[in-house]
C-alpha cells in the first residue's frame, strides 16, 4: 500500500513541530494547554479587576508558548482597548479573528474598537459579524 505524499508530508510536519497537537491524543502538548488554560482564567481575573495592564502581561506570556491562541489574543486586545492603545488593539483583534474566525467576542471587541474610532460602518459590520458568530451581546 503506498500512502499519499501529502500524508507523509503532513505527518512529517506534525512530527517536526514540538508544539504539534495530535488530535487523537489531546495534544503532545496537554500540559502545556492546561497551564494555558489556567494563565487565562488568570489573565480574565484581571481584566475583572480593572487591572489592563497586568491583563496584557498574562496573555503576553501565554502568547509566548502558544502565539496562536486566539482567545488570550482577544482578550489581550481587549485590555489593550482600554487602556487607549486602539493601533494595538486591533492588531491583536484582527490576529485573533484570522486564527478563530469563528470568536465572536473578537468580532464585537474590535466594533467597539471601530467605535470608538468613530468608523460607525465598520463597527455596525463587526457587530453584525459577532452576533452571526453566536455572540449574543452583539445582537441588536
Same mark, same amino acid.
Request: glycine share 8%; aromatic share 6%.
Given at each position: 500500500?503506498?500512502?499519499p505524499v501529502i500524508v507523509?508530508?503532513?505527518l512529517a510536519l506534525l512530527a517536526a513541530d514540538s508544539h504539534a497537537k495530535w488530535p487523537w491524543s489531546g495534544g503532545a502538548n496537554a500540559d502545556g494547554g492546561k497551564k494555558a488554560e489556567k494563565m487565562l482564567r488568570s489573565a480574565k481575573g484581571a481584566y475583572g479587576s480593572a487591572d489592563y495592564s497586568k491583563t %496584557?502581561?498574562?496573555?503576553?506570556d501565554i502568547l509566548k508558548t502558544d502565539p496562536n491562541n486566539a482567545a488570550a489574543l482577544a482578550l489581550r486586545g481587549k485590555a489593550k482597548k482600554d487602556l487607549g492603545d486602539v493601533d494595538a488593539a486591533t492588531a491583536d483583534l484582527d490576529q485573533a479573528i484570522k486564527l478563530d474566525p469563528k470568536l465572536g467576542e473578537a468580532y464585537y471587541?474590535?466594533?467597539? %474598537?471601530?467605535?470608538i474610532m468613530g468608523e460607525m460602518d465598520q463597527a455596525e459590520a463587526g457587530y453584525q459579524k459577532a452576533c452571526k458568530s453566536g455572540f449574543k451581546?452583539?445582537?441588536r
Amino acid at each position: 500500500m503506498r500512502i499519499p505524499v501529502i500524508v507523509v508530508m503532513a505527518l512529517a510536519l506534525l512530527a517536526a513541530d514540538s508544539h504539534a497537537k495530535w488530535p487523537w491524543s489531546g495534544g503532545a502538548n496537554a500540559d502545556g494547554g492546561k497551564k494555558a488554560e489556567k494563565m487565562l482564567r488568570s489573565a480574565k481575573g484581571a481584566y475583572g479587576s480593572a487591572d489592563y495592564s497586568k491583563t %496584557v502581561q498574562l496573555c503576553d506570556d501565554i502568547l509566548k508558548t502558544d502565539p496562536n491562541n486566539a482567545a488570550a489574543l482577544a482578550l489581550r486586545g481587549k485590555a489593550k482597548k482600554d487602556l487607549g492603545d486602539v493601533d494595538a488593539a486591533t492588531a491583536d483583534l484582527d490576529q485573533a479573528i484570522k486564527l478563530d474566525p469563528k470568536l465572536g467576542e473578537a468580532y464585537y471587541i474590535r466594533a467597539q %474598537v471601530h467605535e470608538i474610532m468613530g468608523e460607525m460602518d465598520q463597527a455596525e459590520a463587526g457587530y453584525q459579524k459577532a452576533c452571526k458568530s453566536g455572540f449574543k451581546s452583539a445582537c441588536r
